[in-house]
C-alpha cells in the first residue's frame, strides 16, 4: 500500500476550488471509504456536479485543518 504523501499544508497550496477523496483520505490519513462515509453523514462538506462528489478545498480546511495542525 502507498504511503500518504498529501498533507493539510498541501492542501493549502492548491489552486483548485475542490478535493477529491482520495486527496481528502490522504491528507488526514485516513482510508477514502471513511472520506465517503463522513460525505454520506454530513461531517466532511461535498457537493454534486452530475455524477461526480467533490468536497470544497476551502469549507474542507477550515473543518479540519485546526485538528490536524498541532504537531
Do not use: Y
Not at 18 to 27: D, F, M
Request: proline share 4%.
Amino acid at each position: 500500500m502507498r504511503q500518504s504523501t498529501l498533507g493539510i499544508d498541501d492542501l493549502r497550496r492548491l489552486r483548485s476550488l475542490v478535493i477529491t477523496r482520495q486527496e481528502a483520505a490522504e491528507a488526514l490519513g485516513v482510508d477514502p471509504r471513511t472520506i465517503t462515509v463522513g460525505i454520506e453523514d454530513g461531517t466532511i462538506p461535498s457537493v454534486k456536479i452530475g455524477r461526480r462528489v467533490v468536497i470544497p478545498r476551502e469549507k474542507f480546511l477550515a473543518r479540519f485543518a485546526d485538528d490536524t495542525t498541532a504537531d
